[in-house]
């Protein structure tokens, strides 16, 4: 099963365009979507979740059309959205229950599949609580339940990981990695390290376009050499952004000293290092359109 996605396109009334000739294609396994704030990311995660219309544009899971068939793409879909309401009296486990008989499963099996969940997610103890008093880790722990209930072929998570603490943010990643291989799971994130820890295909989008598709690997291979790295002062910030300009990948603090990293096919002298580049300088020289 694969997911196509060709020529996407919507305007919100407004005038923002949300989306600009996407096109994606999105085998099994887990897909990183990166892309900063207002990046277009969320429009088309709900465009593909049959939340909302896209103005042109096609798009294939199997055989579904899942512009036009929303009734078939639902049957496959699991869904965490960036944020959930909850009923903040009923406990955990009814609440699973309660979105089990939504989903279709049949009366005699959902205490099995609810009960498996809680269990799949580390949620069991808390089984009793409502969602409403959780965590923010467990809220997406139970996000997580709630999206794989009907053993859904289409699994999307927007910003799972967006104010969660290391140690949940871990725990998170081991739940998503345990997803089955036969599932293509996206996951939309402005976090780097998400996609560095758990995708093996990824796009970056920004402006609503797509700027990258493809695999981390190819992405940093393709970097591979030509990124330089300064140390410099704070003072000197200015004139450096300034001097290299469509070179500049990004200037950032690494512990509290500015780092300056530019694109170069060579040594731009000036005393500047040859450094490994890593996801974030694929991220930031793409958002800034240096390579
Ligand atoms: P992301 O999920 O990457 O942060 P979004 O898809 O939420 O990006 O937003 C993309 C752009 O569309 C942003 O400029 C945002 O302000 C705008 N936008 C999102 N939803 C709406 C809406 N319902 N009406 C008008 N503009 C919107």
């Known amino acids: 099963m694969q997911l196509t996605i060709q020529n996407l396109n919507k305007t919100y009334p407004n005038g923002v365009q949300a989306l600009r000739d996407v096109s994606l294609e999105i085998p099994t396994g887990m897909y ?7 990046a277009g990311k969320s429009t088309l995660m709900r465009t593909i979740a049959t939340l909302q219309d896209a103005d042109s544009g096609t798009a294939t899971l199997g055989d579904i059309d899942v512009l036009k068939d929303k009734d078939a793409v639902r049957r496959v879909l699991g869904y965490l959205p960036q944020e959930f309401g909850v009923y903040p009296r009923i406990s ?22 609810v009960d498996a969940l809680l269990q799949r997610v580390n949620l069991w103890e808390h089984r009793k609580k409502s969602v409403s008093s959780y965590s923010g880790g467990m809220r ?29 943010r871990n725990r998170f990643y081991n739940l998503l990695s345990e997803i089955g291989e036969n599932v293509i799971v996206i996951l939309s994130t402005h976090i780097v390290e998400d996609v560095k820890e758990l995708c093996s295909n990824m796009a970056i989008i920004h402006g ?44 950032r603090l690494v512990a509290g000293k500015p780092i300056i990293s530019v694109f170069s096919d060579s040594d731009p002298g000036d ?21």
């Open 140 to 168: 997406q722990r139970f996000g997580i339940a709630q999206a794989l209930l009907g053993d859904p072929k289409l699994i999307i998570v927007d910003e799972p990981t967006a104010g969660l603490d290391p140690g949940e």
């Open 271 to 291: 005393g500047f290092a040859a450094a490994n580049a890593g996801l974030e300088e694929v991220f930031f020289s793409k958002i800034n359109g240096v390579a």
């Open 92 to 113: 955990a486990q009814e609440m699973l229950k309660h979105l089990a008989v939504l989903k279709g499963i049949p009366g005699n099996r959902q205490k099995e599949v």
């Open 208 to 251: 609503g376009q797509v700027l990258y598709a493809g695999t981390p690997e190819a992405s940093l291979q393709a970097l591979s050499g030509k990124v330089w790295n300064k140390v410099i002062t704070k003072a000197e910030i200015g004139d450096y952004t300034g001097r290299f300009g469509d070179r500049l990948i990004s200037s």
């Open 32 to 38: 990183g979507l990166l892309g900063p704030n207002g």
